[in-house]
């Protein structure tokens, strides 16, 4: 009876350990910028949940599209109803993986590779990324480039000269330890 109680006290001790392995980021800051020759087009969003397993070096990100935030109201409009079509595809989606990741250095540069996956496309990418650990944290910040086209993002001919067909996705996490 005492090795059953004493098996249960470890096993308990090991999943508050394994709980630790998890941080997670509810208020992520993702930004998008496109020049244009017309009017520069920036938004920001901070509302992308982030789930980072510091064991395996998963990463999980997934960001509400209509919580992004334009200076203009018809930018907005724009964004949701012609260009993303958010009611129809309400979020995109990161998943992947921190290669060469060392839980014990306070500061690193790594390669996060995996998928991003906007209106139901799906496309392998690699992102730079700086990763700081402060205390309890884990800083993850990094930037990218989405090509319109490979996301089936249909801009009108009459505005395809003022809209960029690259745009730079920016985004900041502050992961903190993901308490169950």
Known sequence: MNKFLF???VLIGCNGLFAQDEYIERQGQ????SYTPVE???????QALSLFNIK??????????????????LMHEHFNESYIESDLYREATFSGQILDFNEALESQTRIIKG????????TPIEIKATITKLKKTYNI?????????DYDIKIPPLLSPNIAKKIEVSFNFK??????
Do not use: C, W, Y
């Not at 993702?30 to 910028?33: A, K, N, V």
């Not at 395996?56 to 109201?73: D, G, P, Q, W």
């Open 7 to 9: 098996l249960t006290i």
């Open 30 to 33: 993702i930004t998008f910028f």
């Open 40 to 46: 520069n087009i920036q938004a920001n969003n901070n």
């Open 56 to 73: 395996t070096n998963e990463i999980a990100v997934r960001i509400l599209m209509k919580a992004f935030a334009f200076k203009k109201t």
């Open 115 to 122: 998928d991003f996956t906007l209106k139901n496309k799906t």
């Open 141 to 149: 910040e990094g930037s990218f480039n989405v090509l319109v086209n």
């Open 175 to 180: 992961h903190v330890p993901n308490e169950k």
